[in-house]
């Protein structure tokens, strides 16, 4: 960046600051989200179940001709789903209610492939209402056994389909996923998906529902299945020309957003706990570790993403033991890190960025502010929050820290904030850091500011008994 380009910005931000220093409310920098979308941020890491005939064929991708009693769980518990999710400190569960093979979890009445004997939707929407969770389904358009795939006629069916889901018999839906996948119909023709049916079909029996696809509209997908979002993360994309599925946005787009975007359409990292999406017996060992799902955790809440981890269903139609523990591990080790905040003071702003109060913000009213620590501190995470509501603004920002002997040092820089943006350093002690925002598209609003430390090493959390209590106890 020029030296005239950089001297041009920090004075946008002096006066910017300068009017909000004068009592002035700052304007809105557009686009900004939804109040649906806001809550769903606030959600932060929610639960995908991968459940369905792939589950007992070992299949990722089903061919669409599995009977339908293929599917026969021996001891089906949402409500065992719902306490390990809750207890891993998930916020909602978003389940495969209809993959690629078509098959339906619940009664569909437009087509004959579905669970016979049980209403698996029903199951776990009741389960999540009683562990205060909310519910989400995923259901592909893609559909490997309905003969009407790859005709004019299946758009209507699959809206059909939709509406048999978001009719108000499962109660309100928080975010529908939109899988773009499109393989060809019986007749060799691709199916030309009507998006705008489908999404006005949602969007008119589900309102406040997040829409998940590469394109939107309420979310965006992150652009590869590893649960990463990029450095700079804007939660604003460009979609005019663009779909689900081939037609998808860049990659870099996808995962980076585009900052003069014209639409509010935040990213959600999809990655599974296992190498597949789909129970497998031979993947019980294979579970990603604590130290992977931490990395997966800053890599995309960190990143101003929502994680979605995927935690899949065996055939009894649970979460198995092993999984359950992993999540227990990695929910220990994060609380353990943000247990403590380090911060005691923020130099001109109050406790408003220290009091884990969201829509508790404060306008900057100069580009630098000071934080204290509480003495001497060694820290190695450094957690910002913007306040999203009034839009993403800050452009690039760095830190400094303030060492025992009075030096002041630069640790660390940053592209984008966003709901949640967490650094991490190398081990660092200070009394004291200056953050410096050094470009923003307009005035920069914080909620919040937080420094931690993550020990090097973590006690494992191996309470079996309360494990078993907690998320592996028969259905009450």
């Not at 669409?64 to 400190?89: I, S, V």
């Not at 776990?124 to 969770?133: I, V």
């Not at 030309?192 to 309102?207: A, I, K």
Request: charged share 25%.
């Amino acid at each position: 960046m020029s030296l005239r380009r950089c001297l041009a910005e920090f004075a946008v931000l002096i006066v910017l600051a300068a009017l909000a220093a004068v009592g002035c409310s700052p304007a809105p920098c557009y686009p900004i989200p939804t109040e649906a979308q806001v809550e769903w941020q606030k959600m932060e890491m929610n639960m995908f179940v991968h459940f369905g005939p792939n589950t007992f064929s070992g299949l990722e991708w089903g061919t669409g001709q599995e009977a339908e009693d293929l599917f026969r769980p021996t001891a089906l518990d949402c409500r065992q789903w719902a306490r390990t999710a809750k207890a891993a400190g998930m916020k909602g569960i978003i389940l495969t209610a209809k993959h690629h093979d078509g098959f339906c979890l619940w009664p569909n009445p437009v087509s004959t492939h579905c669970a016979k004997d049980v209403d698996v939707l029903k199951e776990l929407s009741d389960a999540c209402r009683e562990e205060g969770l909310k519910f989400g389904v995923y259901i592909s358009p893609w559909d490997r056994n309905d003969p009407a795939y790859g005709t004019a006629e299946y758009n209507e069916k699959y809206a059909e389909t939709l509406r048999s889901v978001h009719n108000g018999r499962y109660g309100p839906v928080f975010e529908h996923w939109f899988d773009g996948a499109c393989g060809e119909g019986p007749n060799g023709k691709k199916q030309e998906y009507d998006w705008p049916l489908f999404n006005r079909t949602v969007s008119e029996l589900q309102p406040d529902a997040i829409q998940f696809s590469d394109v939107g509209p309420g979310c965006r997908w992150v652009g590869n299945e590893r649960g990463e979002a990029g450095e700079t993360n804007w939660s604003m994309l460009n979609v005019d020309g663009y779909t689900p599925g081939l037609g998808a946005p860049p990659v870099s787009s996808l995962s980076q957003g585009d900052e003069n975007g014209e639409r509010w359409i935040p990213a959600e990292a999809d990655v599974s706990i296992r190498p597949g999406w789909f129970w497998r017996s031979s993947e019980d060992g294979r579970l990603k570790t604590v130290e992977q799902l931490m990395d997966i955790y800053y890599s995309s809440v960190g990143r101003n993403a929502l994680l979605l981890l995927n935690v899949p269903a065996d055939t009894t139609g649970r979460i198995p033991a092993a999984d359950s523990l992993r999540l227990m591990e990695f929910r220990r080790q994060l609380d353990s890190v943000f247990a403590r905040n380090l911060a005691v003071r923020v130099h001109g702003h109050g406790r408003r960025l220290l009091d884990g109060d969201f829509d508790s913000y404060s306008v900057l009213r100069r580009p630098s502010f000071e934080v204290a620590l509480d003495g001497p501190m060694t820290f190695n995470r450094i957690l910002l929050q913007e306040y999203i509501p009034l839009g993403q603004r800050v452009r690039a920002f760095r830190v400094e820290a303030l060492s025992p002997d009075g030096a002041w040092t630069d640790i660390a820089t940053g592209t984008t904030i966003g709901y949640k943006r967490i650094l991490l350093l190398p081990e660092t002690t200070a009394t004291r850091l200056r953050i410096t925002v050094t470009s923003s598209r307009a005035v920069p609003i914080l909620s919040e500011v937080g420094v931690y430390i993550q020990q090097k090493n973590h006690r494992r959390y191996c309470d079996g008994a309360n494990i078993y209590r907690v998320c592996l106890r028969d259905r009450a």
